[in-house]
Nanobody, 115 residues
């Protein structure tokens, strides 16, 4: 059974850093494109970053230059390094795996940026 578990969220001050992890199991991780989304209260879910099975990456304009997505296929894990955090980055961060018509979501991890 496919499972995705995010971790690493928390409370951080503006300008701080966090690294989120997304651990996957139950499917062939290396085949899947992995994405981080976020959803803030009262707002639509937003795509933050994507990394393909071949390692190509893409970022939303709002995080480009501050966030870095990476993957470790040996550990079935994808990471989101978040630097220079802003209050607008406050949201639940969710991980998604996609391959052909298959997709799996995690439950999310809360990130709160506040002084």
């Amino acid at each position: 059974q496919a499972q995705i578990v995010e971790s690493g969220g928390g409370l951080v001050q503006p300008g701080g850093t966090l690294r989120l992890s997304c651990a996957a199991s139950g499917f062939v991780f290396r085949w899947y494109a992995m994405s981080w989304y976020r959803q803030a209260p009262g707002k639509e879910r937003e795509l933050v970053a994507v990394i393909t099975s071949t390692g190509d990456t893409k970022y939303s304009e709002s995080v480009k230059g501050r966030f870095t997505i990476s993957r470790d296929n040996a550990k079935n894990t994808v990471y989101l390094q978040m630097n220079s955090l802003k209050t607008d980055d406050t949201a639940v961060y969710l991980c998604k795996a996609e391959w052909t018509h298959y997709s799996y979501w995690g439950q999310g991890t809360q990130v709160t940026v506040s002084s």
